[in-house]
C-alpha cells in the first residue's frame, strides 16, 4: 500500500516522496486509513517502498503482499495524473462499498490494475459493487493476466465493447511505463487476431489514452478463406467430441435435440468464420436461433429478432451492457445472411428468400471495424 495517514489524520502518499524523505518518516507514526492499526515502512532495495501491516494484522481493508509490479503501476499512473494535472488519488476508500480502487480519477473513474489471478465472482462483485454507484471501471491487466494465444475464462471477464474498435482489453507493462490497448478481438478456428495501440505514460495524458476506445480510427479488416475455415472447425469439433470437450459436448447435445449433428453442421450455422472472443461455442447456437427464428416467421423486424434470442441463458459480462453484447452478435450474423441473400432486408423487417448458401471453394470473407461483414462468393 501506498497510502497511510499521520497521527493528526493528514494523507501521506509514498508515490510523491522521494527514498530521503521516506527515510525521514520512520520517525513519524503513520496509521491505515482503514483500520487505524500502526503501520511499518518498507523502503528497502528490492521493493519500491511501501506501507505494511504489522505481523498478525487482522486488516480486512488492505490486502498484503503486494507485488512489486502492483506498486509500480500503481505509482506510475499517479504520477502521470500528478503532471497531467488530472485529480486523483491512490488507494481512496470508499465507505458505502469498503472497497479500495488502486486508483480514483475525478471522483467518477475507477482504476483496478490486476496482477495476478482472482476468482471470477470476486471480480464480478468488485465490478458490480463499483457500477451500482456510478462509476466508470477500467480494469488493466498486469503480465500474468495478459492476452496471448489462448484466452481463458477469467481473461474473458475483463473484455470490453466498442462501436469503434469492437473487443478490447487494457494491459500495463510497469518496466516500460506503458499502457497498451488490444483490440479488434476476434478469434477463429487458427488463432485469435487482434490489433495493438501502445501508449507511453510517461508522453501521454492518461485521460486521454482511456478515451481511446470512443475516437474514430483508420478501417481495418481481417480476411478468411470460408471453405477452409468450414473445414477446419468441423475437424477441431471431431478431436473435442474424441476427447470429450464439456463445452463441445454441451453444444452437440443442443444440436442433437434439433436433430442435427455438430460433426456435419449446416455451413449456413458455421460460418461467418469470424468468431466472438466472448461467447464461443454459445454463438452457433444464436446463430441458429436466428436462421429459423426468422425461415419458420417467413417476416420478422430487428427487434423481434432481439427478443426472440436476448431470453436465452448465456454468461453475462460485467463490463459489456447485454443489449449491446446481443446485438453485436446479431448484427453480424445478418450481415452474412444478406450478404448471402438468405435473407432481405426491407423497411418493415427482414425476409427469408428460401435461397440456398452455394459456398465456394474460393469464397473470402472480411470483417472489419466499425463492424462491417462482407463476403466474396463466387
Known sequence: MLIAESEKGKQINLSCLSRHEINQLRKTECYCPGCKEELI???????????????????????????????????????NCRKYKIEYEVEAYLPELNQRPDLLINHRIVIEFQCSPLSIERFKERTLNYQSLGYQVIWILGNKLQFKDKISQLQRQFIYLSKEIGFYVWEMDVEAKTIQNKYFLVSSVWQNFFQTRLFQLEKENFLSIVRFPLEKHPKISYEIRSRI????????????????????????????????????????IILPSFQSVVLKEQEY???????????????????EIY????????????????????????????????????????????????????????????????????????
Open 285 to 303: 447456437i444464436w446463430r441458429y436461433q436466428i436462421y429459423e427464428f426468422i425461415r419458420s416467421n417467413q417476416k420478422v423486424t430487428y427487434q
Open 307 to 378: 427478443e426472440e434470442i436476448k431470453g436465452q441463458n448465456v454468461e453475462s459480462y460485467c463490463l459489456i451492457s447485454f443489449s449491446q453484447f446481443v446485438k453485436y452478435h446479431l448484427s453480424l450474423y445478418l450481415c452474412f445472411l444478406i450478404q448471402n441473400r438468405l435473407v432481405i432486408r426491407r423497411d418493415d423487417g427482414y425476409y427469408y428468400t428460401g435461397h440456398k448458401l452455394d459456398l465456394k471453394k474460393s469464397s473470402q470473407e472480411f470483417l472489419g471495424i466499425p463492424l462491417k461483414y462482407g463476403m466474396i462468393n463466387k
Open 41 to 79: 515502512i518498507k523502503n528497502g532495495s528490492i521493493m519500491m517502498p511501501h506501507f505494511a501491516h504489522k505481523k498478525n494484522s487482522l486488516c480486512l481493508s488492505f490486502s498484503e503482499n503486494e507485488s512489486e509490479e502492483h506498486l509500480k503501476g500503481k505509482k506510475i499512473m499517479a504520477d
Open 229 to 268: 475455415a468450414c473445414e477446419k472447425r468441423i475437424d477441431s469439433w471431431n478431436r473435442q467430441l474424441n476427447q470429450k470437450n464439456k463445452c463441445t459436448l454441451s453444444v452437440q447435445e443442443y444440436f442433437y435435440k434439433k436433430g442435427l449433428n455438430i460433426r456435419n453442421l449446416p455451413e449456413i
